[in-house]
């Protein structure tokens, strides 16, 4: 097993230099600092979001999938022709129950429609609690798995729960080579359940609003998906005044800024890497210690994406 681990990260250098020569140049993923007090270290600092002099905003779903609501969610961002990121956990599609492919479904589905499946975890532990702290990088890369089995693409994109960051979850997410997502406008749309205030809430934050903003909602949440419509078309009716006043628009926008341009490592070989970590863990290695944690790195290097 030690050779064979040597061999595979000699090759993955080899490739990485290959690779890196053929890519353009890389321009940072734009991510939004956290509204979550607390520490952080600068190995996850995130860099600046982009300056810009007029509103912008990217709308983002937590929690799903959760059946009907979240293909309701779908068809009014149709509608609006909006692209979103659906940060998924997955206990929801866990399993083989006619339940859980049909979740997987909706994944499949989000992903056909423009929208991007991100990792949300799979259980939504909070990963700076003295428990679930040891379990942050099982419910990463598990939750990573189970999309890539659902979608067929491994998320790049990862949100922690409850916006949660401290030393320990910052050292594993570097570990991992992950800049989290977090969001600059947030409803409590999950704590209020009342979609009056949530839509209320939104629109004061959008109607007064400078520069590049992210939105959190929750596709789970009933009361959520009764505001949304209206929210949206309050955002319509808006720019359309701002239009004819000459005054500047809130423009809407995709994921696109927040994904990196390029891997480090081919694709071919980060799939063989990581499907090589599958199939050892549970053999019994250790994954807080081995060095086959130099793997994410190879594939997502910190201060790269």
Known sequence: MRFGLLALIVVALFANAAWAVKKKPL??????????????????????VAKVDHPEVLFTFDDGPAFERTVRVLDLLDQYKIKAVFFVNG???????????????ILRETKKRGHYVGNHTVHHYFLCGKVYSLRASQEIEENAALIEDAVGTRPELFRTPFGAHCPTLNATLAGLGIKPIYWDIDPQDWKVKNAAIIEQRVTSSLRTLHGRAILLLHDVQGETVKALPNILAWLEKENQARAKDGRPVIQILDYSYL??????VPPLLDSFGRILLRTLEPAGLDMKTSPLLLWPRLAWMPGRV
């Open 27 to 48: 321009k940072k993923a734009v991510v939004a600092k956290a509204k979550v007090a607390g520490p952080s270290t600068a190995a996850t600092k995130a860099p600046k």
């Open 91 to 105: 206990v929801h599609f866990l399993g083989k129950s006619p339940a859980a492919e049909k979740e997987r479904e």
């Open 259 to 264: 994904l990196p341009e390029h891997k480090l």
